[in-house]
């Protein structure tokens, strides 16, 4: 088993920046795939980035390619999302998720290629 605790959510002004943090416990070996997703209120979880248990291999929802940057410290058990430049429609509960597969083209965006999931926290952007 695998807990996720997220951390480094808050408000923001738009432009600003926020780092979050998702601390691993328990069987970390386990893990393979790491990513975060968000969800907004009345819309579904989407996909925003994802990284290869070694770090070499990541991928970003279009629409924040450029300003996060997902990265992630395996001696800490730890990933992170580097946000910049953010913007009111970042604005969401984001959720950190880790799972057993290997990532490839076909599954890094599915929420079903993980196994284990953070009780999530708030980033809101104000305009």
């Known amino acids: 088993q695998v807990q996720l605790v997220e951390s480094g959510g808050g408000l923001v002004q738009a432009g600003g920046s926020l780092r979050l943090s998702c601390a691993a416990s328990g069987r ?14 009345g819309k579904e979880r989407e ?4 990284i290869s248990r070694g770090g070499t ?18 001696a800490k058990n730890t990933v992170y999302l580097q946000m910049n430049s953010l913007k009111p429609e970042d604005t969401a509960v984001y959720y950190c998720a ?30």
Request: proline share 2%; aromatic share 22%.
């Open 28 to 41: 970390t070996f386990s893990f393979n795939a790491a990513g975060w997703f968000r969800q907004a209120p």
């Open 98 to 127: 880790a799972g057993t597969k290997f990532l490839s083209n076909s599954n890094y965006y599915q929420t079903r290629s993980y196994d284990y999931w953070g009780q999530g926290t708030q980033v809101t952007v104000s305009s």
């Open 47 to 50: 996909f925003v980035a994802a």
């Open 57 to 74: 291999i990541t991928y970003y929802q279009d629409s924040v390619k450029g300003r996060f940057t997902i990265s992630r410290d395996n």
